[in-house]
Structures are given as C-alpha cells and as structure tokens.
C-alpha cells in the first residue's frame, strides 16, 4: 500500500528565506507526483506537476524534483514571503488514485 | 466559472437526515473523484468514477454514495448523516494517469452534521 509522508509538519520562517519541503513515499511505481498549495478551510490549487518521466519541473519561484528510484521529491521555494504561508501537500498518482500526504504547514513572517 | 464547481459551499444539517453535495465540471474529463479531509487525517478518497457507466469505492465508502449523471457531473450522497461526517468534502477530475495536467479540484464543500 502506497504511503506518502511529508517532512516537516510545521515550518516558520521569516521573511526572505529559502525553504526545502519534503514528501517520500514508499511505492516507486508512480506516473506523476503532483504538489498543491491549501489556504486555511479552502481548496487545492496545483502548483506542479512533475510526470515520471522528468526529474523536475519550475514556476516562477517554486522548484518541485523527483527521484522515483528513492521514493522522493522536494519543492523548493525561493525568497520566501509571507503571501506563500498556506498549507503545501504533495500527491503521487498511483495506478488510479491520487495519494495525498498529510501535508507541511508553513508560515512566513515578516 | 471554475473548471470543477462543488454546491453547495457549506451546508448544515442534522443527524440523520439524507444530503446530496453536487459536483459539475467544464474539463472535459472522463475521471471524477470525490475526497474528504479531516484534520490530521489528510485528504482521503470516498468514490472515484472513470467513465459514467463506472463507479469504484475508495478507501472510506462505508456511509456514502455516488450517482455519475452524465460525464460532467457526479454526486455524492450521505443516505443517513452523522457527526463523524463531519469534514470538508473535495471533487476532482483527471485524465487517465493524472495526464498532462494532473488533477483538478473544486472548491469544496464544507459539511456540518449536528
């Protein structure tokens, strides 16, 4: 059974810095890893997409890699600033579902 | 409008009563799914459908169903609310294997059960 964690749950940071999130998950039979920004009590809004094939994928100043053979991606984000402070979730497609990690809860502050 | 669109946006009702959250969306996708998220549990699948004809339980069906109307659009019914079903309830579509866009969501429905 597929299992995705995050690390870490929680991160505070101020203003200006540069941020690693972490998820790994423990089946490398994935076709895509998908990673979503959630604002307090609203919806998912995708930010990349990153399909098996590539070893990752940019928008502006977020970097999301992949590295299916260890069952690991990271999203880098640059410059942090306090409009990124949401909750990030990173998702593999496995088979036919959509696997969701519990999440890394980020606060910027000024 | 939005490619997916959940109705309603909140919705209390009581213990035992039967409700129906819609979902509709504008991508053109065969898939539709419908998740659930509590906190500290993350987002977990309920039903997912791959074409109209077509409807598979996910993880926590138990207490739930679905009806694939047409292809742009699928419902989820609670027969016979609880308070632990409490939860922010989330449809999405996809292409098979998430495609070359990934998956889509509304943005969900809020669901109070007193």
Redesign the interface.
């Known amino acids: 059974k597929q299992e995705v964690t995050q690390i870490p749950a929680a991160l505070s940071v101020p203003e200006g810095e540069n941020l690693v999130l972490n998820c790994s998950f423990t089946d490398s039979a994935i076709y895509n890893l998908q990673w979503f920004r959630q604002d307090p009590g609203k919806g998912l809004t995708s930010l990349l997409l990153i399909q098996s094939s590539q070893r990752e994928q940019t928008s502006g100043r977020l970097n999301a890699s992949l590295d299916k053979s260890s069952g690991r991606s990271t999203l880098y984000i640059a410059a942090s600033q306090p409009g990124d402070s949401a909750t990030y979730l990173c998702a593999v497609h496995n088979t036919d579902k959509l696997i969701f990690g519990t999440g890394t809860r980020l606060q910027v502050f000024p | 409008d939005a490619d997916v669109t959940q109705t309603p946006r909140n919705r209390i009702t009581k213990t035992g009563k039967r409700i129906m959250l819609e979902c509709s969306q504008t991508k053109g996708h065969d ?1 539709m ?1 419908w998740y659930r998220q509590d906190p ?4 977990r ?1 309920i039903y ?1 459908s ?1 074409d109209v004809k077509d409807i598979n339980k ?1 993880e926590i069906s138990d207490g739930y169903s679905v009806s694939r109307q047409a292809q742009a659009k699928f419902s989820l019914s609670l027969e016979s609310a609880i308070p632990n079903q409490t939860a ?1 309830y ?1 449809c ?1 579509t ?1 292409t098979p ?2 495609g ?9 429905t ?1 669901l109070t059960v007193v």
């Open positions: 898939r799914y500290g549990l993350g987002l699948l997912y791959f996910g922010l989330f999405a996809s294997r998430g070359d866009a990934g998956y889509t969501f509304g943005s969900g809020r």
